[in-house]
C-alpha cells in the first residue's frame, strides 16, 4: 500500500515571499503520479501541479515549482511570491501508473501575511 | 454543468438514520469518484465508477455504505443507519477517462454531521 506524508501541519509565509511544503510518500511501485492539491475554506479541490515519475525534469506551473526526488521519495511545493489568495490547505497525493484513485497526505495549512 | 455538483451542501442526520448525497459530474465525464474526508485530514478514497460500472468499491468502510451510477452520470452516496463516524465531508470528482493524463475535477462536497 501506498502512504504520503506531509510533516508540517501549519506554515506561514508573508506576502511575495516563497515558500516550501514538504511531502514524502512510501511505495514499491517504480512508475507512478505525484500531485499537489490545493482546498480553500470553500472546500472545492482544486490542481496545482503535477509530476510524472520517469520524468526527471521537475514540473513548474507560474508561481508553483516542484522539487522531485524519487530516489528519496520526496516530493516538495515551493510557492514563489506568494499572494494572500494562496492561503489554503494543500494536498500531496500519489496516483499509480495506470491507477485511477488518489492517496493523500494529511495537509498543511499555508497562511499569507500581509 | 460547469463543474461538478453536490448536493446537499450541509446534512446533518441523528444517528440511525439514512441519507443520500448526491454528485452531478461534468457532462460527458466518464469515471466518477467518492472520497470521504474526515475533519483535519485528507481525503481518502471511497469508490469508483467507470460509466455506470462500479469497478472498485474497496475504500467503502462498511456495508452501510453504497454507491450507485445507474445511468453512467449522476451518482448518489448512500449510508444507512448513520453513526457518528460517518460525520464528513463527502467529495465527488469526476474525469473524462479516468486515466493520468486526464484531470480529476472535483465538486465542493456535502458536510455530513451526525447527531
Known amino acids: 500500500a501506498q502512504t504520503v506524508t506531509q510533516s508540517q501541519p501549519e506554515m506561514s509565509v508573508q506576502e511575495a515571499e516563497t515558500v516550501t511544503l514538504s511531502c514524502t510518500y512510501d511505495t514499491s511501485e517504480s512508475n507512478y503520479y505525484l500531485f499537489w492539491y490545493k482546498q480553500p475554506p470553500s472546500r472545492q479541490m482544486i490542481l496545482v501541479i503535477r509530476q510524472e515519475a520517469y520524468k526527471q525534469q521537475n514540473a513548474t506551473e507560474n508561481r508553483f515549482s516542484v522539487n522531485f526526488q524519487k530516489a528519496a521519495k520526496s516530493f516538495s511545493l515551493k510557492i514563489s511570491d506568494s499572494q494572500l489568495g494562496d492561503t489554503a490547505m494543500y494536498f500531496c497525493a500519489f496516483m499509480k501508473h495506470r491507477g485511477n484513485k488518489l492517496v493523500f497526505g494529511a495537509g498543511t495549512i499555508l497562511r499569507v501575511k500581509s | 454543468g460547469a463543474g461538478v455538483s453536490q448536493s446537499p451542501r450541509y446534512k446533518v442526520a441523528k444517528r440511525g438514520q439514512d441519507v443520500a448525497l448526491r454528485c452531478d459530474p461534468i457532462?460527458?465525464?466518464?469515471?466518477l469518484f467518492w472520497y470521504q474526508q474526515a475533519l483535519g485530514q485528507g481525503p481518502e478514497f471511497l469508490t469508483y465508477f467507470q460509466n455506470e460500472a462500479q469497478l472498485d468499491k474497496s475504500g467503502l468502510p462498511s456495508d452501510r455504505f453504497f454507491a450507485e451510477r445507474p445511468e453512467g452520470s449522476v451518482s448518489t452516496l448512500k449510508i444507512q443507519r448513520t453513526q457518528q463516524e460517518d460525520s464528513a465531508v463527502y467529495l465527488c470528482?469526476?474525469?473524462?477517462?479516468?486515466?493520468?493524463?486526464?484531470?480529476?475535477?472535483f465538486g465542493q462536497g456535502t458536510r455530513l454531521t451526525v447527531v
Open positions: 457532462s460527458g465525464h466518464v469515471s
Open positions: 470528482a469526476s474525469s473524462l477517462n479516468g486515466g493520468l493524463n486526464t484531470e480529476a475535477f
